[in-house]
Nanobody, 114 residues
């Protein structure tokens, strides 16, 4: 049974930083592309960043230069380092595993105050 458990969310002032973690279990983590999505208040869920099994990354334009996705295959964990946070980054952040079935984590709240 695949499980994704996010952590690291919280309340931060604008300009601050947070690091999200997503611990995966129940699958061969190193073989799968992983991603972070977010859903802000009243908005649709949107892609934030992805990282392939080989380490190639992709970012939404809105977070380029501020966010960094990375993975530690030995720990079965994917990270999202978020710097220079803005109030518009406020959202629930979800981890996603790109398998044919697709798996979501439960989400972690990030709130950026102005």
């Amino acid at each position: 049974q695949v499980q994704l458990l996010e952590s690291g969310g919280g309340l931060v002032q604008a300009g601050g930083s947070l690091r999200l973690s997503c611990a995966a279990s129940g699958m061969i983590f190193r073989d799968n592309t992983m991603g972070w999505y977010r859903q802000g208040p009243g908005k649709q869920r949107e892609l934030v960043a992805t990282i392939t099994s080989g380490g190639s990354t992709n970012y939404a334009d809105s977070v380029k230069g501020r966010f960094t996705i990375s993975r530690d295959n030995a720990k079965n964990t994917v990270y999202l380092q978020m710097n220079s946070l803005k109030p518009e980054d406020t959202a629930v952040y979800y981890c996603y595993c790109y398998t044919p079935r697709g798996y979501w984590g439960q989400g972690t709240q990030v709130t950026v105050s102005s």
